[in-house]
Nanobody, 132 residues
């Protein structure tokens, strides 16, 4: 059974960088053909796909967040990490890591259709608040 667990600070100050780690157990993040994703839900809004890192190490980003987002991984720890820079209160959300089963396409990313894809395992989510 694959399990994902998010970890990181629950409170970040405006203009700082948010950093979250997802620790995966029960399966390797280098196993073909999975796409390890970051998804968030701002208060009162729907799920927003932020980006992903593939089993191969390739990365994919939402166009609206690309300039501020970096996703990396540590295969020795079976972890992948999200960094979101220059945060504002609008980045307040519950952040989830999840395993995607289909390679993101440029069309789906550009059209904002990534939440139509299948994510078969999810972390429990972690609340991040941006406030001074």
């Amino acid at each position: 059974q694959v399990q994902l667990r998010e970890s990181g600070p629950g409170l970040v100050k405006p203009s700082q960088t948010l950093s979250l780690t997802c620790t995966v157990s029960g399966g390797s993040i280098t196993t073909n053909y999975y796409y390890w994703s970051w998804i968030r839900r701002p208060p009162g809004k729907g799920l927003e796909w932020m980006g992903a890192i593939a089993y191969s190490g390739s990365t994919y980003y939402s166009p609206s967040l690309k300039s501020r987002t970096s996703i990396s991984r540590d295969t020795s720890k079976n972890q992948f990490t999200l960094q979101l820079s220059s945060v504002t209160p609008e980045d307040t959300a519950v952040y989830y890591c999840a395993r995607g089963t289909t390679e993101p396409t440029a069309t789906a990313i550009d059209l904002g259709d990534m939440m139509d894809y299948e994510y078969d395992y999810w972390g429990q989510g972690t609340q991040v608040t941006v406030s001074s």
